[in-house]
């Protein structure tokens, strides 16, 4: 089998940073966090797991199993990943480089920045 993913083409955005999680527990969660202005795709290429998105007003939970399917996160938007199966491979896919200061990591600093910036889930 074979995916191939364009930038503007499949990818809303131009790619500037790709990462990806392995050897994640089962038991561990992952994310915990929002950004100001970076978007991403997440996609399980091997295994599956959960993500949680919170938008500050309600919250959704999305199941990742199918390694042709992406999962697209808007800035400003909370998310936490979970439930990893054995052997669970997450690819990011993500619209600006490294940056701390764009990263949201308390929850009530997140309400109080989005306020009424909220994107629908």
């Not at 038991?27 to 949680?52: M, P, T, W, Y």
């Not at 919170?54 to 938007?77: C, F």
Request: charged content about 30%; overall charge negative.
């Amino acid at each position: 089998m074979l995916v191939a993913l364009e930038e503007h083409k499949d990818i809303p955005f131009n790619i500037k940073r790709v990462y990806y999680m392995y050897d994640t527990g089962k038991d561990v969660r992952r994310g915990f966090h929002a950004h100001k202005n970076l978007e991403q795709i997440l996609v399980c290429i091997h295994g599956s797991c959960k993500v949680l998105l919170d938008n500050g007003k309600e919250s959704k939970i999305v199941s990742l199993e199918k390694p042709y399917e992406g999962l697209y996160i808007p800035h400003n938007m909370w998310r936490e990943m979970y439930d990893f199966s054995s052997g669970a491979v997450l690819l990011v896919l993500a619209s600006e480089i490294y940056e701390e200061g764009d990263y949201i990591r308390d929850y009530n600093e997140f309400k109080y920045f989005i306020g009424q910036k909220t994107e629908k889930l």
